[in-house]
C-alpha cells in the first residue's frame, strides 16, 4: 500500500488533490497525528476556499476521537467559505445531544422542500457520529439504498457498523461479505475502512469465526482507531 501511494504521488505532483489523499492515507493506515498535522500545515499554508477545503478534512477525520478539535476546524471551513462539505462539518460538529434535538437542530438549520436531502444526509452522520445508532440507521439505510452503488462505499460502511451496534448480528453478517471500495473526495474516507475493519472483527467474534478472527483481528488492533 506505501508503495502504490508513493507511485500515485509521484504522478499526481504535489496537488491538493494528492495532500488530501495522502492523509486519509495515513489516518487509514493508523497514522492518524501525521494525517491530522498534515491537514493542518496545509490549511496554514493556504487562503480561502482551499484553506477551507483542508479544515474540512480534518474536521471530519476528528469527528469521531476529538469533537472539540472537529468543531474548530469546522469554524475554520466556514471562514473559508461556505462550502457543502463546510456547512456539513458544522452541523456535525456541534455539541452532543439527544436524537430529538438533534432532530431539531436539522430542521431549524435546513428548513424547506430544497434542503430536504441535505437535512436526511446531515441528520443521518449527525446521529451516526454522536453515538445514535439506532436512531442513525434507518437513515443512512435509506441514503445507501438511495446512492449509487460506485459511491455508497463509506454509507455501507457505517450501515453495517450500525447493524451490529444495534445486534442486528444475521443482517451485519451478509453486509461484510462486500468490502466497500475507497472514497473518492469524502471528507470521512479515512475512517470508513477503519469502520467496517471493526465491523468485520465484531461479526468475527460473535459468530465465532476462528479463521476470519484471527485474519482480521491483528490488522485491525495495528490500524484502527478505538471508537468509543
Known amino acids: 500500500a506505501n508503495q502504490s ?6 504522478t499526481a505532483g504535489a496537488t491538493p488533490a494528492a495532500e488530501i489523499a495522502r492523509a ?5 493506515s493508523g497514522q ?11 490549511a496554514a499554508k493556504s487562503t480561502g476556499p482551499l484553506a477551507g477545503l483542508y ?4 474536521c471530519g477525520l476528528s469527528l469521531r476521537t476529538d469533537r472539540a478539535q472537529a468543531q474548530a476546524a469546522a469554524r475554520a471551513a466556514i471562514s473559508g467559505g461556505a462550502s457543502a462539505p463546510a456547512i456539513l462539518c458544522f452541523f456535525v460538529s456541534q455539541p452532543s445531544a439527544s436524537p430529538a434535538e438533534w432532530t431539531a437542530r436539522a430542521e431549524k438549520a435546513f428548513a424547506g422542500a430544497q434542503a430536504r436531502d441535505f437535512r436526511r444526509q446531515a441528520l443521518a452522520y449527525a446521529l451516526f457520529f454522536d453515538a445514535h445508532y439506532a436512531d442513525a440507521f ?18 455501507r460502511a ?19 461479505t ?9 471528507i470521512f474516507a479515512g475512517l470508513h475502512i477503519q469502520s467496517f475493519l471493526d465491523t468485520v472483527v465484531k461479526t468475527a467474534f460473535h459468530f465465532e469465526d476462528n479463521e476470519a478472527s484471527k ?14
Do not use: G
Open 5 to 10: 501511494l508513493a507511485q500515485y504521488l509521484k
Open 24 to 28: 486519509h492515507f495515513l489516518y487509514s
Open 32 to 42: 492518524p497525528a501525521p494525517a491530522l498535522k498534515l491537514l493542518e500545515e496545509n
Open 55 to 58: 479544515q474540512t478534512h480534518r
Open 138 to 155: 434507518p437513515l443512512i439505510e435509506t441514503l445507501m439504498l438511495e446512492s449509487h452503488p460506485d459511491a455508497d462505499s463509506e454509507l
Open 158 to 176: 457505517f450501515h453495517a457498523e450500525c447493524q451490529w451496534r444495534t445486534r442486528r448480528w444475521k443482517s451485519v453478517r451478509d453486509s461484510v
Open 178 to 186: 462486500r468490502w466497500p471500495l475507497p472514497a473518492q473526495d469524502s
Open 215 to 228: 485474519r482480521w483481528a491483528p490488522i485491525s488492533e495495528k490500524i484502527a482507531r478505538p471508537i468509543p
